[in-house]
């Protein structure tokens, strides 16, 4: 009785922690999106894209200050104290050095762009690698507890008070330094709120012993981690290198709309599924049901969300952020595209996190960030919209890599988890057909298109999986009941 005790309270907790993940990431993600509109129609293109020079350098330097301990801390079953303030002192002194090295780099960074404004900006910018490396540890500690109910406070408030700021100084005028304040201020936010929401202190105890332990599987994580965050970004590297910064702009903002739905999915459920995967990684058919439920619930809501935002991309657009933007219509459709696939195949990775094999993930990062390398240098000449199509290609062959292994480990192979995803890339793409037809219909505005085009996309969809009963939306679908009854009491 007692495996089944505990197999119950750990479906409860994940339910829990998957119903709070989904709160925090709709929540953080839609005000993230009504604040970057608002931005949007009172800033420029250029404006964004002078930001997006500078991801790929924040992204790194935010790697280097966690350096995988914090997915090990995750990982190891049994943390002390002394593991935890080990990190936690290893982090400030990680970003107090990256800090330093980002200041002194500014001028070169702003001589490879040819932006001098870039200087003040990027020396600004290093201090949120300072200020976040103060809550590091505790954001890890509560992703470990599998507590996001916490984690979703935290995040939209930090979001709504750093837009706030944002969106007023846009208003006065201050151009790019309107997001930069936001950025900063998010993070002085978001790490006020996690020393304020979390119990834990730091003690005066530091172990290299600590670290050591922790270094076989968190060196590996990290430099799995800087390749993904250097290729994850050197797209705006290289626009932002080989084209104008209004160019980068549009391509930001439209890589912004289509990670909406990628992220907020494949962010919701990674944070879940790697601790709770983590938790029962001795017992394979335990673990191969979690990944193919968790494959079906991705695929039930991000099928239908990508496809069609594909095809209201220019109504929503020319809305949204007004005719000044339309140039990214063609880029956020293609994005889309590539973003079919993206929380699929980030689901995998986990997974190979959580059975500790480290050393097959980074093999895979490796491979495919020679593939994107290979993608940039033939494709960049003939513009970015060429360079996405080569990013569509290469999320196919990203899917194949990354689910190569657990279908190996697990039993679980790539053929047969696209037979369980058919279905549902089935009913999104008749789906697709009915709001692009709506579309030749003779409408008064934009406005009138979309109210029309996204309901009729939502009854269509989940009207055929209703009739032919998918898996995953007969769960949700219960699941929701459940939780209603329950509320009624």
């Given at each position: 009785m007692q495996p089944s005790a505990g197999n119950q309270k750990l479906k409860e907790r994940t339910s829990k922690a998957f119903l709070w993940s989904f709160i925090d990431s709709i929540g953080f993600r839609g005000v993230q999106l009504i604040i970057g509109i608002i931005l949007a129609r009172l800033?420029?293109?250029?404006?964004?894209?002078?930001?997006?020079?500078?991801?790929?350098?924040?992204?790194?330097?935010?790697?280097?200050?966690?350096s995988g301990f914090g997915s090990a801390l995750i990982q190891k079953r049994e943390a002390t104290m002394r593991d935890t303030c080990s990190i936690f002192y290893?982090?400030?002194?990680?970003?107090?050095?990256?800090?330093?090295?980002?200041?002194?780099?500014?001028?070169?960074?702003?001589?490879?762009?040819?932006q001098p404004i870039l200087t003040p900006i990027t020396r600004s910018l290093s201090l949120i690698l300072v200020i976040n490396s103060f809550g590091l540890i505790q954001a890890t500690i509560l992703t470990k507890n599998?507590?996001?109910?916490?984690?979703?406070?935290?995040?939209?408030?930090?979001?709504?008070?750093?837009?706030?700021?944002?969106?007023?100084?846009?208003?006065?005028?201050?151009?790019?330094?309107?997001?930069?304040?936001?950025?900063?201020?998010?993070?002085?936010?978001?790490?006020?709120?996690?020393?304020?929401?979390?119990?834990?202190?730091?003690?005066?105890?530091?172990?290299?012993?600590?670290?050591?332990?922790?270094?076989?599987?968190?060196?590996?994580?990290?430099?799995?981690?800087?390749?993904?965050?250097?290729?994850?970004?050197?797209?705006?590297?290289?626009?932002?290198?080989?084209?104008?910064?209004?160019?980068?702009?549009?391509?930001?903002?439209?890589?912004?709309?289509?990670e909406v739905p990628t992220l907020t999915l494949s962010g919701m459920v990674g944070r879940v599924a790697f601790?709770?995967?983590?938790?029962?990684?001795?017992?394979?058919?335990?673990?191969?049901?979690?990944?193919?439920?968790?494959?079906?619930v991705l695929s039930l809501f991000n099928f239908p969300m990508m496809i069609g935002l594909a095809i209201i991309a220019r109504p929503l657009v020319l809305v949204l952020l007004t005719d000044k933007w339309a140039e990214c219509i063609i880029y956020l459709q293609l994005l889309?595209?590539?973003?079919?696939?993206?929380?699929?195949?980030?689901?995998?990775?986990?997974?190979?996190?959580?059975?500790?094999?480290?050393?097959?993930?980074?093999?895979?990062?490796?491979?495919?960030?020679?593939?994107?390398v290979i993608n940039i240098a033939v494709t960049w000449r003939w513009g970015i919209a060429a360079m996405i199509i080569g990013m569509v290609i290469l999320s196919m062959i990203s899917y194949y890599l990354n689910s190569y292994y657990t279908g190996t480990l697990l039993g679980y192979p790539i053929s047969e988890q696209l037979r369980d995803l058919f279905?549902?890339?089935?009913?999104?793409?008749?789906?697709?057909?009915?709001?692009?037809?709506?579309?030749?219909?003779?409408?008064?505005?934009?406005?009138?298109?979309?109210?029309?085009?996204?309901?009729?996309?939502?009854?269509?969809?989940?009207?055929?999986?209703?009739?032919?009963?998918?898996?995953?939306?007969?769960?949700?679908?219960?699941?929701?009941?459940?939780?209603?009854?329950?509320?009624?009491?």
């Open positions: 800033l420029f293109p250029e404006d964004f894209g002078l930001i997006g020079m500078l991801a790929i350098f924040m992204a790194v330097g935010q790697l280097f200050i966690s290893f982090n400030i002194l990680a970003g107090l050095v990256m800090a330093l090295f980002l200041c002194a780099a500014a001028p070169w960074i702003a001589s490879f762009y040819n599998i507590d996001f109910k916490t984690q979703t406070k935290i995040s939209l408030i930090a979001s709504l008070l750093s837009g706030i700021i944002g969106v007023s100084l846009a208003f006065l005028d201050f151009g790019v330094w309107s997001l930069v304040a936001q950025q900063i201020s998010s993070s002085v936010f978001r790490t006020a709120l996690l020393w304020m929401f979390n119990s834990w202190r730091p003690a005066w105890v530091f172990c290299f012993q600590s670290l050591r332990e922790m270094f076989g599987f968190g060196s590996r994580m990290f430099f799995s981690g800087l390749l993904n965050q250097i290729f994850q970004n050197i797209y705006l590297l290289a626009i932002g290198r080989f084209f104008s910064a209004s160019d980068l702009g549009y391509f930001t903002r439209a890589k912004t709309l289509e601790p709770v995967f983590s938790a029962i990684q001795d017992d394979r058919p335990r673990l191969k049901r979690g990944l193919k439920r968790a494959l079906l889309c595209l590539a973003g079919l696939l993206t929380p699929i195949h980030s689901i995998n990775l986990n997974m190979l996190q959580a059975l500790g094999r480290s050393d097959l993930f980074l093999r895979l990062e490796i491979v495919k960030k020679i593939l994107i279905s549902y890339l089935m009913m999104a793409g008749i789906m697709g057909f009915a709001v692009y037809g709506i579309g030749f219909f003779p409408f008064a505005n934009d406005w009138s298109l979309l109210l029309v085009q996204i309901p009729l996309g939502g009854v269509v969809y989940f009207g055929l999986c209703r009739i032919f009963k998918l898996a995953a939306f007969m769960e949700v679908w219960q699941e929701i009941r459940t939780k209603i009854k329950v509320l009624r009491g």
